[in-house]
């Protein structure tokens, strides 16, 4: 015999109310505001500098003075200084430079290298080169420059004793060559555990099957490996690529010089805006940086989408 049964009221499992209306069960009211200090936040701390920053890309403001107290609208003259100065351009082929050398092909050369090596080991020497590298990408980045300013010190440095030389100036004669090594050095760890997990979902049979067929280790990296694992290249050369682009870092090392020879952008706008003072002409800067960061992100999701 059937049980009659009351139609359910709103707001419980099932009814149509304003409280379940999603799968699950919150409703957009409440699961608005589970949402809305995260939405308050990403507004005050990402949305509205970045505002502020384009607003004052289009002023004259700057750190003291007239300009300080009542900046006037002067347009897109910021913009066409920048495009005209020579230094904003060295800074941009710099940090091009800065960014191929030390994240596209360093941080994921290196850091595929370390994993496919270590992607069968076990024991000890697989947790100690993990430690090593983990602990070189989460020790401060102070911390980490004054490090390797001591190792690369022309007068007692640690590199140029082992090595039997002196008074060999890298920072100075190198500056680039210095700031790429240690941002490889520093970034590798990152690179290296999103291999490593995704080396791990990498069929082992598959492998197997490849060196039965006579497949050499190249051969099994381009048709096995690599297939597997293009989604989280993609996805590491994204990261990799914007954290790089926009590193103040290498002005605890050189400060960009000597002569603005590693002066990359992050540092070119740092040294505009408030040594200089020209906080209107280092906000342009900084909108170019963000529209240059936006086309590499779309073409890096365009990428991922083809995949699909």
């Not at 790429?180 to 099957?209: D, K």
């Not at 170019?288 to 699909?308: D, E, P």
Request: hydrophobic fraction near 55%; proline fraction near 5%; charge should be neutral.
């Amino acid at each position: 015999m059937a049980l009659a049964t009351s139609p359910p009221e709103a707001g419980e499992a099932g009814a149509p109310g304003r409280y379940s209306s999603d799968a699950a069960g919150l409703g957009r009211l409440r699961a608005g505001v589970f949402v809305a200090p995260a939405l308050l936040l990403i507004a005050a701390f990402l949305v509205f500098p970045a505002l502020w920053v384009l607003y004052l890309a289009l002023t004259n403001y700057r750190l003291t003075g007239a300009a300080a107290a009542e900046p006037q609208f002067v347009g897109l003259a910021n913009l066409l200084d920048a495009a005209a100065n020579p230094e904003f351009w060295s800074s941009t082929w710099l940090t091009v430079e800065f960014v191929l050398g030390s994240a596209v092909i360093g941080q994921v050369g290196l850091g595929f290298t370390i994993a496919w090596l270590l992607r069968d080991r076990r024991g000890p020497l697989k947790r100690l080169v993990e430690g090593l590298v983990i602990l070189a990408w989460i020790l401060p980045g102070a911390i980490v420059s004054f490090l390797w300013v001591a190792l690369l010190d022309r007068d007692g440095g640690t590199l140029n004793a082992l090595l039997g030389i002196q008074g060999f100036a890298w920072l100075l004669d190198h500056p680039m060559l210095s700031i790429i090594v240690f941002n490889i050095w520093r970034g590798t760890a990152f690179s290296m555990m999103l291999y490593g997990a995704a080396l791990g979902n990498v069929p082992p049979s598959h492998l197997e099957s490849a060196r039965l067929a006579g497949a050499s280790g190249w051969q099994q990296l381009r048709d096995v490996v690599f297939p597997h694992i293009r989604g989280h290249v993609l996805t590491n050369l994204l990261l990799i690529s914007l954290w790089t682009f926009n590193d103040f870092t290498p002005f605890l090392l050189t400060a960009g010089g000597p002569d603005g020879r590693s002066e990359v952008l992050a540092v070119h706008v740092y040294k505009v805006a408030l040594q200089s003072g020209e906080l209107g002409y280092g906000a342009a800067v900084s909108a170019i940086i963000l529209l240059i960061n936006l086309v590499v992100a779309v073409f890096y999701l365009r990428l991922l989408r083809r995949r699909k």
